[in-house]
């Protein structure tokens, strides 16, 4: 049975069943999302009006045995960008909606009034619309647990949080794990457009159904050299062993750590939050160090960390939290850290954007840098509850510099940038300024060539090469983002030449199709111009592919560096 | 002595005196400061940033004895719009920077810690800086009155409250008027911009000097002609009868009057909030209702309300201010109102921008419709205080969406609409979707022609003639603007065939020159292509030149129309 796009309507609470039209069938994750998004939505509307729509979906081989292919794609126009945006996590979703035989939900419309709450649930049988009442108002962890009691243990839940309800721009979309924790579509408050559309969570059946499989052996064959490129892989193995986490020292060294609202390039508390000190209490605590966030991976960077008393805390403890928690806001208490992090993850609120406009905060002195305590009881007592300060931190770094007339913001078209500053990495600069979704390490993460050596070196503190280099990494990522593969497996595709012809393989024998390499890429383009066009045509120019002025006039210690990409070279990206 | 323009240093802390470029000589007011900006601000900047200017300017008939040429502009990249910028508002400052020979007072650059507060002090001998500590945290009355307790009583004085100091979007610049009341140069928040230069007042010195005229019979026999144009005008009479807020009942009757956060096109206590009953109540109190706001003004649409106990409360009360209080947050009653007008004066905040925000917090449940007890607490406990609630109100109508997630949300660039629907009175909303400055009535105020039948008539409710009559109007305020003259100027303009010609001649006598009054439409039209140049490379682009999509879906009563240009419709506007 083919594939079906389930469309539902939360203005007459109505779904309907669609076949999946001809241009949109070699789509899945994100190439999916931001084709439906760009074609159905008027670029210019309000992303949390009755004309945005949510759009749901696995990648290409999504529920297939292909290793690391878990990854689940949102997307619609941002409520925090105004761009079109793609947000992928892991968990269980992505594999269970391929297997439910779902190649997208679209929600569209919105309730006429603001009383009701729904849940949709997907089965064999078709998708239902639900009103909702018990877990109005409550957060990720309860509705996990209510859904397991409700309906079994083994359906899969994308669910929003309290930060989803109220709307909030850095609301998550948080995915159920194998181990009933989350994962988050964190970037560009999706999680907030789920909440205008008034659905509080989707919960998927188990099933026996399989993805079909045009070629079993060639796919089989595939997986074996796929899998293989990704074991061997040394940061494959650094990142099972140490989590992303890894990456605070490595990036503390390169000199390229925010630190301090962005005010310097190292923090001297890196040890107390690296991945090594982190790696020691968990194994000291006997938590997890290793751990998959979807059936079939085999890197592992997800882990488990109990608290002092050896109980659970959270899980997918990520470098880029800890960063922002961390460093960015000078917080070198790891229980501290995990404590927020757990916090975010049931509110369902991004810990990138909030943590950095925590950080933007206390340069306006609301509160002061390295108070782990003041950070947490804040998330508690003024995000979760909604009050004034808390719907500005919870409307992101953005919202708290116009709030307090903070000059030094670090967002591109409002989206906090991540842990890794691109005065001393010139290269993610690029990507932050020209990726279609704002600052986002994710969609090119040059990290992997100005500092790992993967994919060859290019010097992180010099501009030559970094145009081309992001470029190609954000084609490479778009590509890649619409198989369903986690983004890890890139550090294999780069340096190993087995891994990439294998993935095509897979692809092929997934679907009986006869795919080169040229065509990823090609496909990898075609999604860049989508998106770049809706975004043009929701009214971003070139001005908005800039750093805040800030970077270029105050050097970072301690390469003393500044942003010295001019505009005409940043507009140069999209010479292609 | 020939004008020269003053340029402060707040980087270095420095003053120099600078002749007039021969380019800008012609050039007054509002075309001032829009070249000014134009020429030295780079688009793209922080407007809170060190590389904004704050530009304040009279006109160019300011200073001489012209009736109602009182008008002093205040200009820079604003941080509410992000758009080029122009306020404009009484008080003695135009006729004092004219006679004391000053065209424009250029401040840039930034102190370069937050330490030290400042304040300028402008005389016959140049202007100085001068550190302040006593004002600090202050509002602007208790400025006003040190000020003239520190310096002499007829000093001149413009300045920022605690909004200013806070750098909160909408914060005022207010300017001291002839009986130390306040004017405001309300919209944009400049405030802010002043605020961020740590300025906290200018201080202008009395002189005896007289502005040049070049021909001074001349301009005695213009401005005999032109000052009966506006006594003689029956709208020049019913604004000193009883206020701009005659137009309460009027734009009610036209099912016009924003209410209930513009969800109705008629308020139904609009008799209790009217014109006609704010003249009685300030007759029965013995307040005054016929007030001038500068030397001069032969229309004195200004008043003094008195409180119950017959004691100053506020003046200067307008119906912009009481439409948004009232209508549009559906508080009935005057002294609420009141009470909040002056608040807003003393901290320095635009009326217009906080209370559309309060209506848009009234539709987010943080307080109720109709409660002007706790509009007034909250300006009060919330505002005033910079609480999170306070700096989110502060920041503007936007900011209140934002933070709420609430869509129908009534600004164009970020800025609030004012008082007249777009839906019922359609010019106005041509106006306010292409204005160079955001939605504001007073670019292009096609009242005057959809309602008041000045300058002929176009059917309110139709589109034909809207765009024709909107670009007429910006073009002809954009040289009113630079001339000092008060805007209400323009109903004699508009039907009086004596009143143009005069102010013609006015300008002509003041500087020996001949204008004709196509010269004065030309000057119009550079000043809206310079202001517009200035957005489209800061990032504008014509997809911000549209109304909220709400009101092109919800029809408004009584008439039930909505907003119906389409997007080329409104593209047209700037074919010129």
Redesign the interface.
Known sequence: MADKIYRVNMTTLTTTVEDVPENLQGHGGRGLTSNIVAAEVEP???P??S?NKLVIAPGLLSGTTAANSGRISCGAKS?LTGTIKESNAGGTAAAMLAKLGCKAIIIEGMPSTKDNWYNLVLNDKGITINEETELVGKGNFAIVETVASRLGEKFGVISIGQAGE????SANISIKDPDSHLRSCGRGGLG?VM??KQIKFIALAPTDNKVAIADPEAFTAANRVFTKALVDNPISQALGQYGTNVLVNIINEAGGLPTRNFTSGQFDGHEEISGETMHDTIVEREGKPKHNCHKGCVIQCSQIYNDMNKKYKTSGFEYESIWAMGADCCVDNLDHIAEADSMMDDMGIDSIETSVAMGVAMEAEVLEFGDGAEFCRILKD?VLAG??????I??GAG?VG????V?RVPVVKNQAIPAYDPRAIKGIGITYATSTQGADHTMGYTIATNILGVGGTVDPLSKEGQVELSRNLQIATAAIDSTGMCLFIAFAALDDATCLPALVDMLNARFGIGLTADDVTALGISILKTEHEFNL?????N??D?L???FSEEPIAPHNVIWDFTDEELDTFWDF
Chains 1, 2 share one sequence.
């Open positions: 210019t509307c309000h949390l009006g004309h409520p109220m709307k909030m721009a907030a909440g205008s003024e009050t004034g300060l808390g719907r500005i919870g409307s919202s116009r709030a307090y007339g000059t045509a929701a009214g971003f120019t001005k908005d800039r805040p002025e800030f």
